[in-house]
């Protein structure tokens, strides 16, 4: 199974649902549905229930994401008279093996025409995320905010390399002359061409200084204990490739899970360079990524630079 093909939904995004609120269930039988939700608020303490379109997710509100989602349908591909209404679960720690892993929605999903049986499902099945399964779901996200960076830094070297050769890419002779009197203080009889070739040396050099950064990183969760910040954070190397391992090559999947649990801390004070930069990213919007800081997912999960 592979954890990033589940719809991973964040707490913060929900409506709040009670189990009276059956006018906005979107179900052909709302009050089986209510029934239930209201049976898994029984068993799971605390848990409650909110609505994106027509799906209901099952969350607690200081979690980063809902647990899953749940239903009262017929939820066959191929459907025929009369219509089977069972108790679904929806989850991304549900392995269907009766279904296709390409089709994602049936793969993780567990149904019943047994109430009780749905409601254990629902309790065993519906777990909270631990650190390594959110690094599992945003770790995407990290790689594709730097990706952009890196994109917005080529894009204006290569129009300055335009504006000096008529070309997107100085070719190499070319390149080590202009370096030569850039670097000796040469000055250009075209003053603006002096500065366009100023420029492009001074950002062609941060931008391979930031290729080689941006690489490892320490992922950061926060969580609120008893009134007071908790920390969790694990140091990821090379992320981009730890990433693409763990979600493509499954047999080093709980290895590489396993070293990253192994470089976990949790403490209510983060290191002072650590600090610093979630300091910074706490000041900006949800997915925002900052060239020599770091990566803000929410308001509790960050990616800093090592």
């Known amino acids: 199974m592979s954890f990033d093909k589940f719809t991973h939904q964040q707490v913060s995004e929900l409506v709040k649902l009670a189990v009276t609120d059956t006018d906005l269930f979107s179900s052909y039988q709302p009050y089986e549905l209510a029934n239930f939700m209201e049976e898994i608020q029984k068993k799971l303490r605390g848990i409650q229930f909110g ?3 027509n799906r209901i997710y099952a969350y607690y509100p200081d979690e980063v994401f809902a647990r ?5 349908r017929d939820i066959r591909y191929v459907r025929s008279e009369p219509q089977k209404y069972t108790y679904n679960v929806s989850s991304p720690n549900i392995e269907n093996n009766k279904t296709d892993m390409y089709n994602t929605d049936r793969f993780f999903r567990f149904s019943s025409a047994n109430l009780n049986t ?3 499902n629902a309790v065993k099945y519906l777990r909270a995320y631990t650190p390594t399964d959110i690094i ?8 594709d905010g730097r990706n952009t960076i890196s994109g917005e830094e080529g894009y204006e070297i290569r129009k300055l390399s335009n504006d000096i050769a008529g070309t ?3 070719s190499k002779g070319l390149f080590n002359e202009l370096m030569h009197l850039n670097n000796s203080g040469h000055v250009f009889i075209e003053p603006t061409y002096g500065k366009n070739v100023a420029e492009y040396f001074k950002l062609y050099d941060e931008h391979m200084r930031n290729e080689k950064s941006g690489r490892d990183y320490t992922f950061v969760l926060v969580k609120t204990v008893d009134g007071q910040h908790e920390f969790t954070c694990i140091d990821i190397k090379a992320l981009a490739m730890q990433h693409s391992r763990i979600n493509y090559a499954m047999s080093d999947a709980e290895r590489l899970i396993d070293a990253m649990i192994a470089t976990a801390r949790v403490s209510t004070e983060l290191p002072d360079d650590v600090l610093s930069k979630v300091s910074v990213l706490t000041l900006g919007e949800d997915d925002t990524f900052l060239d020599g800081v770091g990566y803000k997912y ?4 960050y990616y800093v630079y090592k």
């Open 51 to 53: 609505r994106i379109s």
């Open 298 to 301: 929410c308001d509790e999960v």
């Open 136 to 143: 599992r779901v945003t770790t995407q996200s990290v790689i």
């Open 118 to 120: 749905a409601v254990r």
């Open 68 to 72: 899953g989602y749940v239903s009262y």
């Open 168 to 170: 997107n890419v100085i």
